[in-house]
T-cell receptor
Framework: AQKVTQAQTEISVVEKEDVTLDCVYE???????LFWYKQPPSGELVFLIR??????QNEISGRYSWNFQKSTSSFNFTITASQVVDSAVYFC??????????FGEGTQLTVNP | DAMVIQNPRYQVTQFGKPVTLSCSQT?????MYWYQQKSSQAPKLLFH???????NEADTPDNFQSRRPNTSFCFLDIRSPGLGDAAMYLC????????FGPGTRLTVL
């Protein structure tokens, strides 16, 4: 069975602070994909990143960066110099071969001006 | 360009009155999904299609049905909505990853 845990239910920061959202996953499959989605108040799920299990290279995209560590089954997401527009619910998700996407419970990020 | 389109974006229905939500895609993907997302919760898969092959999740209530007349369109029918069915309903397609629509927010009065 697959499981994704996002231990942080809510995080509140002040604009320009860096913030890291944690994600820990469980699977027995050796081939799997990890995702992060952003869900602003409008409700649409916005795709941020897809990472396969064989690619442990960290990725940076603008103010966003992701740290994938198979040894600890973690796929953490960092926003540098946060902005008010980053306020949203962020979901980490796991997909294995032949199974559906399993979401974590989400982390509500609030960035205050 | 919109790739997964959901109509309407907001739907209000009365308790027990059947309602249909629609989804269309321009991606020509074989797989389409319906998710239900209640407030402050993760999306929950209701069912999915692989082409016309329908796959129901074990815990999806019988009150929820789906139709997929062709590759582009998929419908979610709620036969007798209850107050507990008020939620955001998300349609998605997939190939290399999930492509989600904007969702339909259902209110049941």
């Amino acid at each position: 069975a697959q499981k994704v845990t996002q231990a942080q239910t809510e995080i509140s920061v002040v604009e320009k602070e860096d913030v890291t959202l944690d994600c820990v996953y469980e699977t027995r499959d050796t081939t799997y994909y990890l995702f992060w989605y952003k869900q602003p108040p409008s409700g649409e799920l916005v795709f941020l990143i897809r990472r396969n299990s064989f690619d442990e290279q960290n990725e940076i995209s603008g103010r966003y960066s992701w740290n994938f560590q198979k040894s600890t089954s973690s796929f953490n997401f960092t926003i540098t110099a946060s902005q008010v527009v980053d306020s949203a619910v962020y979901f980490c998700a796991l997909e294995t071969s032949g199974s559906r996407l399993t979401f974590g419970e989400g982390t509500q990020l609030t960035v205050n001006p | 360009d919109a790739m997964v389109i959901q109509n309407p974006r907001y739907q209000v229905t009365q308790f027990g009155k059947p309602v249909t939500l629609s989804c269309s895609q321009t991606l020509n993907h074989n797989v389409m999904y319906w998710y239900q997302q209640k407030s402050s919760q993760a999306p929950k898969l209701l069912f999915h299609y692989y082409d016309k092959d329908f796959n129901n999740e074990a815990d999806t209530p019988d009150n929820f049905q789906s139709r997929r007349p062709n590759t582009s369109f998929c419908f979610l029918d709620i036969r007798s909505p209850g107050l507990g069915d008020a939620a955001m309903y998300l349609c998605a397609t997939s190939r290399d990853r999930m492509y989600f629509g904007p969702g339909t927010r259902l209110t049941v009065l």
